[in-house]
């Protein structure tokens, strides 16, 4: 969990520092569109690798047979879902819980990244500044 909020944390220094250097460019909305999409793919990249390294321990601790399975229940457990299809051992359960309470952070992390991303795309887009320029002005004049 803690490599993930260190990537994101780098991700959007990163990308923050891109578009603050990028010009108009990234005021288009094909610039915006990249900027967010290769967030979104990150963010998926780092949930799934998380809960690989979960099948990972289930499989170690002798929970299952094959990756696959391991991989299923812990994706199940990382979403919350909740399924009940696949139990483990009284003696492992607990870990079903941890899992899902790091799932449910790691979701909420991943969308307040989105929405600090897109507040600042949506703060340095000219466009956006413009307008409420215009709404400013136009609120001073008529106020």
Sequence with gaps: MGIQ???????????????????????????????????????????????AIWAVLFMALGEFNSISTAFYHSLVNFASLGYG??????????????????????FGLSAGTMLSLMNFLLTYDARVKDKLAA????????G
Excluded: C, P
């Design 5 to 51: 909020v260190a990537a994101v944390v780098y991700i959007l220094q990163h990308l923050f520092k891109i578009v603050s250097e990028g010009g108009d460019h990234f005021n288009s909305t094909g610039g915006m569109t990249y900027v967010i999409s290769v967030t979104m793919i990150m963010l998926f990249i780092g949930n799934l690798v998380q809960a």
């Design 85 to 106: 299809d696949i139990v483990m051992s009284e003696k492992w359960r607990l870990l079903g819980a941890i899992e899902a309470s790091n799932g449910v952070l790691m």
């Design 135 to 142: 709404l400013k002005d136009h609120n001073h004049t008529n």
